[in-house]
């Protein structure tokens, strides 16, 4: 005789069942552009101001009399206040929640710049384009370790917030020349309603004390890697402001052109370089960001090289785009890189690479004056040619930094993929 199958007894249907948790799903985090979007209109706008100090210049030459002498009195200004305090700012920044500092900066710059052409008095003139520089000084550390909270790893959202600066440097001659044409030079008031608007809304959607302090990063900071890249930047800086201070001249003097076509030439190179900071981002998050910096070196020297040696004023054009994007593909990459050679100190990476090392590179720029002087616009193109040879030896010494956290595979992904 066979025993039955044994069948297991129905569920009691009336005992209590343990509550079902269901699994949390990871939030997912907003993309690379809305999470950017604010700093890098802000950058825009800061930037702006930056812009401005070289295109009003002229016209306080016109409307004022100034002699060559004191309009380049006024660029000096405008560089001292924002080069020489920006590492100290950085300091600060690092050390203590300044949280309203980046609006601060964005507020005073374009007061200064803003009410500089009200008044006649030199000295007055000299000491607010100082203060507005000093105001650029205030937000750039601030927001850069702000915008790298907001940034995480994620190098192509980084180079959205350099962007920002970019734009905002582009667009100053774009908006100032008609209305100082039409106006003079007092018409600089009316450019401090963005930077108070500005300040406004950084001031509204400040991050909390908390959420700083939880954003602050662990690690050692790594001095030497970072000395060599505030090289790298000093020497693409120099080869950048060379050629925008230039590249003008070199095509009325060299390339016979009139001054439409040169002021076309300046404007190609500028969107190549906004177009080479987004650029830039995305390539360091698929080959890292030593490869990158070391790229964008190696790849301004031909493009320097052919829009020099190219002829005629219409085909270099296309050249000087190649130029721009060359020269700032490292751009939002060397930020970033600086941060992370500094972990615990993200707002005075950021005041050195954002700040004092770009401004060198205008300080030096005079420099290659007396070589205009000598051998004409298109002999400093040539010694141009060869300044990105200087960074790309010293990124030979760069490595990557010591693996922070990074973003998760499918960020990654959903960053490239909505940006």
Not at 8 to 16: K, N, R
Not at 149 to 173: C, K, N, Y
Not at 260 to 278: H, P, Q, R, S
Not at 356 to 376: F, M, R, W
Request: charge should be neutral; charged fraction near 10%; proline fraction near 9%.
């Amino acid at each position: 005789m066979t025993n039955p199958p044994h069948t297991a007894p129905p569920p009691d249907l009336t005992a209590p069942q343990a509550p079902h948790t269901p699994t949390p799903l990871p939030t997912p985090l907003p993309s690379a552009w809305r999470r950017m979007r604010m700093w890098a209109a802000a950058h825009a706008v800061d930037d702006l101001y930056q812009g401005l100090v070289p295109a009003c210049v002229p016209y306080f030459v016109l409307d004022r009399g100034y002699s060559y002498v004191a309009a380049s009195g006024l660029t000096l200004a405008a560089a001292l206040g924002s080069s020489v305090p920006q590492p100290l700012v950085g300091l600060a920044v690092d050390r203590r929640p300044l949280r309203r500092l980046a609006a601060a900066g964005v507020a005073l710059a374009g007061l200064g710049l803003g009410l500089s052409g009200l008044f006649s008095s030199y000295a007055a003139v000299w000491t607010l384009i100082l203060l507005s520089g000093l105001g650029v000084a205030m937000f750039h550390p601030a927001a850069g370790k702000a915008a790298r909270e907001a940034a995480g790893d994620s190098t192509t959202a980084m180079s959205i917030f350099a962007a920002g600066g970019s734009v905002g440097f582009f667009l100053a001659p774009v908006l100032a020349t008609p209305v100082l044409v039409s106006m003079g030079v007092g018409a600089t008031a009316l450019f401090i309603p963005p930077a108070l608007l500005t300040a406004v809304v950084l001031l509204r959607h400040r991050p909390p004390a908390a959420a700083s302090a939880k954003a602050a990063r662990a690690g050692t900071d790594r001095w030497n890697p970072f000395l060599v890249l505030t090289g790298v930047e000093i020497v693409r800086s120099v080869a950048f402001f060379g050629v925008l201070t230039f590249i003008e001249l070199y095509w009325i003097r060299h390339l016979h052109s009139g001054r439409a076509v040169a002021g076309t030439a300046l404007a190609c190179f500028l969107i190549g370089g906004v177009a080479g900071t987004l650029l830039g981002g995305r390539i360091a998050d698929r080959i890292g960001m030593v490869r990158t910096v070391q790229l964008g070196s190696a790849l301004a020297v031909p493009a320097l090289l052919a829009l020099r040696v190219t002829p005629g004023p219409y085909a270099p054009l296309l050249l000087a785009v190649l130029a721009g994007i060359a020269l700032n593909i490292p751009f939002a990459v060397l930020i970033k890189l600086g941060q992370d050679y500094l972990p615990t100190r993200p707002g005075t990476a950021a005041g050195v690479t954002l700040g004092l090392a770009v401004s060198i590179g205008g300080l030096i720029a005079p420099v290659l004056g007396l070589a205009a002087e000598a051998y004409g616009p298109q002999g400093v193109f040539a010694i141009l040619c060869g300044v990105p040879v200087a960074a790309l030896a010293l990124g030979l010494f760069l490595s990557e930094p010591d693996s922070p956290e990074q973003d998760s595979p499918a960020q990654d992904s959903a960053e490239q993929d909505s940006f």
